[in-house]
């Protein structure tokens, strides 16, 4: 992936990011090239080596077919729900950590649609709120639109796919 100023781009860990600079910086005697990231609404700047970007998972804000495959998974039908609480939460936790925006959509219209059919427990609302930031934030940034239009298409979206 190439780098340039101004440029917006998605960090795995901390989401949206304008890269401010790229850089060479000595490290072990040897010269090293960066992409020093601002991460937006914080305050936090990251610096990622060039050639561990893709290793580190820095890419693109997603292109409208790929936001298309987002919305397609989020309005459709869920999977057979775990019943046990603690097996349902493990599964939602490891889907949450691969950062794939795919499986965390999954995630978020699932709880979300439990949550309007039986309420979820404290931890599965804490999950489904964290869940949901990542999402909404590249729906606005691929779309060019508000966050809360980005809330309001992503929830008409789960609720809008539901077929009770």
Wanted: a negative charge; hydrophobic letters at 40%; glycine letters at 8%.
């Amino acid at each position: 992936m190439q780098f340039s100023e101004g440029q917006t781009v998605i960090h795995p860990q901390h989401g949206p990011a304008t890269v401010t600079e790229v850089l060479d910086r000595q490290v072990n005697g040897g010269s090293r090239r960066y992409v020093q990231l601002r991460v937006h609404r914080t305050d936090l700047h990251v610096a990622v080596p060039v050639d561990k970007a893709d290793e580190v998972g820095l890419r693109s804000v997603y292109a409208a077919a790929q936001v298309k495959e987002l919305l397609d998974v989020l309005g459709a039908p869920a999977g057979e729900p775990e019943e046990a609480w603690s097996r349902r939460f493990k599964a939602n936790s490891e889907r949450l950590r691969t950062g794939d925006l795919a499986l965390i959509a999954g995630v978020i219209r699932d709880l979300a649609r439990r949550q309007e059919e039986r309420g979820l427990s404290a931890g599965e609302k804490d999950m489904l709120k964290h869940a949901r930031s990542p999402v909404l934030a590249e729906l606005a940034l691929a779309l060019s639109i508000t966050d809360a239009e980005a809330e309001e298409l992503l929830d008409s979206t789960i609720l809008g796919g539901h077929a009770s």
